[in-house]
């Protein structure tokens, strides 16, 4: 009896010993399954690494690891991403984007006219409210539901994904807002399961296995879960189009929302519209007469942008652009951040709100906030930051990437899912029936 014993303890540690050499001398295996994080304005695409640790955001278009969330459609076939957005000056009918906004939500007559207002492309509801976005092509009219412009892109990052693993990439964890019902989840879910058929799209969908908000996948990013004890940690996200600002209890892989609020309508976009029609004026008091031509404006508005990103970095940039409606002049003009500031002031101290309101539903002083988080590329901001850190009286954590946090997050999902080592714990999101408040 005892020579078993010895045979099966020296099995078992010749196991051990096989398992450890192998884990540090053996390549580790490559993921199989990608975190996804479709957003309103931007949408990236995301995994994580065995052994290493290393959670990799993929290289989607031509550098960037983050697209714009817009497809166009025109004669010729479809654009995804940047090609999209630099030719929507002179297809803005059919250059379609805010998918995210109408997934798997039924509108009233009433606000399907509001919503109208804010757009240059068509919109309707079917029968049951649902929207459709319609464009025409070919002369010929045709409907796109929002799903279907959400599988577009989700397809485009799965082709990244799979050029970058070389190797076939079929599932998936995704991100949604945490205001989001079942319909709204299952919707988004639907824009991976289709992304295989259609436009630009010849392979069978991707099953997704898990759906997390993204306030949890933030926190996930930021290694919150493996913090011991309860903590209350509050999730500020201001992205391209939308603010939302989540208070979470967080003890080892547990979280619970206790309250969220947001602005639906404030983000980078309006930030930089505030840019552009401050450049507009410039253009008219320099040259004499006022930009109208829509390439002009659209190559304005590019520069108006990366002016943006610059003034997050830099006290001082400067837009260079030729306009060919005046002749091929070139405006030449600098930017100071303080500028910059100024004309956002009023927008800035907007995203403080929602703060406000989710303290007073959970009835939390300031001061009991353990952790505050930075979420989305316009907390890159260095005023909306400032503004948050003398809120708070402390820094707020910044330790990750803000805009890539969301994709962080759910690409460390996918490598639980996954087995890959050394991850262990994984979210556990308790059920909650906290309604988001907005802010407007």
Not at 378 to 385: A, E, L, N, W, Y
Request: glycine residues 8%.
């Amino acid at each position: 009896m005892s020579s078993t014993f010895v045979f099966l303890g020296g099995a078992l540690l010749a196991l051990l010993v096989a398992g450890y050499l192998g884990q540090m001398y053996m390549p580790p295996p490559k993921p199989k399954i990608v975190g996804i994080d479709l957003g309103t304005t931007y949408s990236c695409v995301g995994v994580y690494h065995a052994v290493t640790g290393i959670i990799e955001i993929l290289e989607v278009e031509d550098g960037h690891q983050c697209i714009p969330s817009v497809v166009a459609f025109s004669d010729t076939g479809v654009m995804v991403g940047y090609k999209a957005v630099a030719q929507a000056e002179h297809n803005h009918k059919n250059t379609l984007y805010d998918a995210k906004r109408f997934i798997g939500k039924k509108f009233s007559k009433e606000e399907l006219e509001d919503a109208q207002k804010q757009y240059a492309f068509k919109l309707e509801a079917d029968e049951y409210g649902m929207i459709r976005y319609v464009v025409t092509v070919n002369k010929t009219e045709r409907r796109v539901s929002p799903e279907e412009v959400g599988s577009v892109i989700v397809s485009t990052l799965r082709s990244a994904a799979q050029q970058n693993l070389s190797a076939p990439v079929n599932k998936v964890v995704m991100s949604v807002p945490a205001e989001f019902d079942d319909m709204q989840r299952n919707y988004t879910k639907k824009t991976a399961s289709i992304a295989g058929s259609g436009e630009l799209r010849d392979v069978d969908g991707m099953e997704v296995l898990r759906v997390i908000n993204e306030p949890t996948a933030a926190a996930l990013a930021y290694g919150l879960h493996k913090k011991t004890g309860l903590q209350n940690v509050m999730v500020v996200d201001l992205g391209g189009g939308t603010l939302d600002v989540s208070l979470l209890n967080v003890q080892g892989g547990m979280f619970l929302t206790q309250a969220m609020a947001g602005n639906n309508h404030l983000g980078g976009q309006d930030f930089n519209q505030r840019l552009l029609q401050h450049m507009l004026g410039v253009v008219k008091e320099t040259f004499g007469k006022p930009l109208t031509d829509k390439a002009d404006i659209q190559a304005l508005r590019l520069q108006v942008e990366d002016a943006k990103l610059n003034l997050t970095h830099h006290l001082q940039t400067k837009i260079i652009v030729p306009l060919t409606s005046l002749g091929g002049k070139v405006l030449q003009h600098s930017i100071s951040r303080t500028l910059f500031e100024d004309l956002n002031y009023d927008l800035f101290k907007k995203a403080l709100q929602p703060i406000d309101r989710v303290l007073e539903a959970t009835e939390l002083s300031r001061d009991q906030v353990d952790e505050v988080v930075l979420v989305g590329g316009s907390t890159r901001i260095p005023k909306v930051r400032e503004l948050i850190r003398d809120y708070f009286g402390k820094k707020p954590n910044t330790a990750v990437d803000p805009e890539l946090a969301v994709a962080s997050g759910v690409s460390v999902q996918a490598g639980i899912i996954g087995g890959m080592w050394p991850l262990t714990v994984s979210a556990v999101e308790l059920p909650t029936r906290v309604r988001k408040i907005h802010v407007h």
